[in-house]
C-alpha cells in the first residue's frame, strides 16, 4: 500500500484555501474544518469539495473537548456536521479533535455522530512557525500507509506542498484517502 493522507486542519482560510487548492493540484486531501471557519466562508468549503477532497469536523469553535460537558462537546460537534452536511450535501465521517486532544468521554461524544476519530502519525509543527524547509523534511518522513498533519492559515504550508508531493511521488508514495487500517493505531505527534 503506497498511500499516504495529507490533512490540513482549521480551514477554511481566505489567505490560504485557493492557494492550497491549486498547490495540491489534483493530489486528493482531507481538510478537517473549524465549524465558525466554515460559517464565515462558506464559497471555500464548496470549492474544497467540489476539488474532490474529503472534509472532516474539527469542532465548532476549537476548544479543548475533554474539560467541557457532555452538553457543550456534542454542540461544538452537532453544529459542525449540521453545518458542513448542508454546505457539501455529504456528512462528515472523520473526526479529528482540537490539539489533538481526546479521551474517552470524547470518543462517546463522536460516536453518537457515527464520526471516527483520526490523529496523525506525521506532525510537520507548521502552527508552530516552521518554515516551509522543516514541513518538507517533516512530511518526507511519513511511512506508506502514514498521516501528515498540516494546517490552514500558514504561508510556509502552501510554499512545502508542491515539494512535498514531489517527495512522495520520488519515494513512490501517493496522497490519497485516510487509510482505516492506520485509524485504528493513530500516533500522536
Ligand atoms: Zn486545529
Do not use: K
Not at 92 to 110: K, W
Amino acid at each position: 500500500m503506497n498511500t499516504v493522507a495529507l490533512t490540513f486542519d482549521d480551514g477554511p482560510c481566505p489567505e490560504t484555501t485557493p492557494a492550497l487548492l491549486a498547490a495540491l493540484d489534483g493530489a486528493t486531501a482531507t481538510f478537517f474544518l473549524w465549524g465558525e471557519h466554515a460559517a464565515a466562508h462558506p464559497s471555500l468549503v464548496r470549492e474544497i469539495a467540489a476539488a474532490g477532497h474529503r472534509i472532516g469536523n474539527h469542532t465548532w469553535t476549537h476548544p479543548r473537548l475533554p474539560p467541557l460537558t457532555a452538553a457543550a462537546r456534542d454542540e461544538e460537534v452537532r453544529r459542525t456536521q449540521d453545518l458542513l452536511a448542508d454546505l457539501t450535501g455529504d456528512r462528515p465521517s472523520l473526526f479529528r479533535p482540537p490539539y489533538g486532544d481526546t479521551d474517552a468521554a470524547v470518543a462517546e461524544t463522536i460516536a453518537g455522530h457515527g464520526l471516527t476519530e483520526v490523529l496523525w502519525t506525521v506532525d510537520t509543527r507548521d502552527w508552530a512557525g516552521a518554515p516551509a524547509g522543516e514541513i518538507v523534511a517533516a512530511a518526507e518522513r511519513v511511512e506508506p500507509g502514514g498521516i501528515v498533519l498540516m494546517h490552514e492559515g500558514r504561508p510556509a504550508t502552501v510554499a512545502a506542498v508542491p515539494r512535498v508531493l514531489a517527495a512522495l511521488a520520488a519515494r513512490g508514495l501517493r496522497p490519497g484517502p485516510l487509510d482505516p487500517a492506520v485509524l485504528e493505531r493513530p500516533v500522536r505527534g
